[in-house]
Structures are given as structure tokens and as C-alpha cells.
């Protein structure tokens, strides 16, 4: 299995409020995450990092998760304590009053991914079968859209359109949508953070992850493509692909 991890701040924000990491339990397995944060005098940064290092820290001690209730039950109990940890900091720092972030947190392992999503930072899944979007944006014009108010076309251009409705570190009681997906050979997920997929369509996307590149030229391309197309906002970018290690890098 290979990995790439990017983050870039964009051609308008003057500081990146996107964090993101790629960490390895004591038993190899891979956490990837990605977190998108928002409100405060530069507090948003503040809840990103403080929810990637936690998070992360916690996962390097973790021992073998073999199954996929083990992945969720470890996704849900430990980002629930990284809410208790970011609210508590937000309560404790008037500076950073009314800040949260976005979470995307997946467990990899050699037969299953496991996802973890609070906010509207996505989750993709490229294979044989095609490539779609495996999170649900927990965003104002979602919701409108689930209840036919508006079309998917008219949520590109609303007013409203960053407004999320569940973040971590608002409040104390979160809800965590949890997905597992069988992970196999030639498989890739695409993680990223609404800067990438406010810019770059579904079918780009494809394209991108089809191609034989390496991963850390995918990447790359992502970001660069957000940014002339804009770059109004953060960009952060993790892929992980399911090959053989002697495959994995391979194509230039």
C-alpha cells in the first residue's frame, strides 16, 4: 500500500487552517486524516492541528484492529474524546471561542477501510467499479438538496454553501457517520478537504486517479487545478492506493 499526504494554502487565505496526517499504530496500520477548521481570531487552525495531533497520538499507541467493528468502535470512541479535548481548549481560550473543524479519519488495513466523517471535508473510492463519493457533506445545502429544495447544480453557486451543520468541537455531544468498505488490489480512496472539492469536479477526479502517475504527482495536479480555479480556500490532499509493494510508486 502507498500513501501521499499535500496540504497547500491557496492563492486567498493567508494561513492554512487545514491539518492532515498520515500515522502507523504499534501493529503498521495506517491513519489517515484529514481536518478542515473554521471560526475564531485564527482558531480554525487551532482545531485542525489540535484534532490531527490527538487523534494521532492516540493511534500510535493503539494496538492490531482486526475487524471492522473494532475500527469503528476505535474511530468513535477516540474522536469523541479529541471533542471533549477541542471544546474544553475553546472553553478555556476566549481567543478561540466558537471554533471547530471538519474530521475525515480512515483506518486502513490489508482487507478493509474504515471511515470515520463529521462536516464536509469528503471521502472518495476509486475502483473497477468506477469512482463516487462515499461521505454524505453534513452542509446546509446538502440538506436542502436531500429535501429537493434545491438542485445539485444550484448548491454549487449558493449563498450558503460553506455553512456546515456538524463539526467537531462545537459542542458536546457529536454525531460520527461511520463507514466500512472492503479495500482491495488496485483500489484507491481520495480524501480531501472542501477547497479540493469546491474546484475540481467528480469527473477530474477520475481522471486524476486513473492516471499512471505517481501518487505524489496526482496530488500535486489536484492542487495546482484547484488553485487556478481559484484557489479561494485551503487545499488538502490524501490518497492511499492498495498495491503490491513492488508495484507501488512504480508508474512515472
Known amino acids: 500500500m502507498s500513501q501521499i499526504f499535500m496540504t497547500d494554502k491557496g492563492k486567498v487565505r493567508q494561513h492554512n487552517e487545514d491539518s492532515g496526517a498520515i500515522c502507523f499504530n504499534k501493529a503498521g496500520q495506517r491513519l489517515a486524516i484529514v ?14 492541528r489540535l484534532t490531527v495531533e490527538k487523534l494521532a497520538e492516540f493511534w500510535e499507541s493503539a494496538e492490531n ?4 467493528d473494532a475500527a469503528e468502535s476505535w474511530l468513535k470512541s477516540n474522536i469523541l474524546e479529541v471533542n471533549r ?18 474530521i475525515i479519519a480512515v483506518i486502513s488495513t490489508d482487507s478493509f477501510s474504515t471511515i470515520a466523517h463529521v462536516g464536509d471535508s469528503r471521502c472518495y473510492l476509486y475502483n473497477e467499479d468506477g469512482f463516487k463519493q462515499l461521505t454524505e457533506d ?6 436542502l438538496v436531500r429535501m429537493g429544495q434545491i438542485t445539485k447544480e444550484d448548491a454549487e453557486h449558493h449563498p450558503r454553501k460553506n455553512v456546515v451543520l456538524r463539526a467537531l468541537g462545537t459542542e458536546e455531544q457529536l454525531n460520527i457517520d461511520l463507514i466500512t468498505i472492503v479495500f482491495e488490489q488496485g483500489d484507491v480512496i481520495l480524501i480531501c478537504s ?7 469536479g467528480d469527473g477530474e477526479l477520475e481522471e486524476v486517479l486513473q492516471a499512471p502517475e505517481t501518487l505524489e504527482r496526482k496530488a500535486s495536479y489536484l492542487i495546482e487545478t484547484a488553485n487556478k480555479n481559484g484557489g479561494e480556500d485551503n487545499i488538502t490532499v490524501i490518497i492511499l492506493e492498495f498495491f503490491d509493494g513492488d508495484k507501488a510508486g512504480e508508474a512515472k
Open 85 to 102: 479535548i477541542v471544546l474544553r481548549h475553546a472553553q478555556e481560550n476566549p481567543e478561540c471561542e466558537g471554533m471547530g473543524t471538519t
Open 138 to 143: 453534513h452542509s446546509l445545502v446538502n440538506e
Open 194 to 200: 472542501d477547497g479540493l472539492s469546491n474546484k475540481v
Open 35 to 48: 481536518a478542515d477548521g473554521m471560526g475564531g481570531h485564527r482558531a480554525g487552525d487551532v482545531a485542525s
Open 65 to 68: 484492529i482486526t475487524t471492522a
